[in-house]
């Protein structure tokens, strides 16, 4: 399966797929409202706004399978995200990334980027995938990466 075939809802109810992004560089995210990581809500930001006219997309997957940091609704989150970081990149319904009930996008990511000595499974919330404009899944970058730290990669795909 394609990376443009999965359906996705959105953090308001609205049902996509990945094909409303086909021709964007794209940085997958999964996201949490109360981690040590959820600064980096506000680099992501800065990435997007600086990018976004260029065919960056940022997708956020609010994720509560870490330590329970997203306890909230995708309301409390959407509120959270925008009040705290102004954020203005999409954000999606919560998601699990691991596990029997994962997400296939994120089940998708994690077989063609996996993570260290080859493991699949997410470690942590704000772990990071980067696809280029054609849909291939090229690098993940663990919680620990900056959105800053990543830009290189980026802009080198925005051309």
């Known amino acids: 399966m394609g990376i443009y075939q999965h359906n996705v809802t959105l953090n308001n109810g609205q049902a996509t797929t990945l094909e409303a992004y ?13 981690c040590g990581f959820t600064p980096q809500y506000e680099g992501l930001e800065a990435l997007y706004k600086k990018h976004k006219e260029s065919g960056l997309e940022i997708l956020g997957f609010p994720c509560d399978q870490f330590g329970h940091q997203e306890p909230g609704s995708d309301d409390d989150i959407a509120q959270f995200c925008t009040m705290n970081f102004g954020v203005t990149f999409p954000l999606f319904k919560k998601t699990e990334v691991n596990g029997p009930n994962a997400n296939p996008l994120f089940v998708e990511l994690k077989n063609k980027a996996p993570g ?12 990071k995938f980067l696809v280029n404009a054609e849909g291939k899944v090229l690098k993940r970058y663990a919680p620990t990466a ?12 925005l051309g």
């Open 116 to 127: 260290l000595l080859g493991s699949k499974r997410i470690k942590w919330n704000f772990t």
């Open 146 to 157: 900056k959105p800053s730290d990543i830009e290189k990669d980026i802009v080198k795909l």
């Open 22 to 34: 086909k021709g964007k560089v794209l940085l997958i995210v999964n996201t949490a409202s109360k």
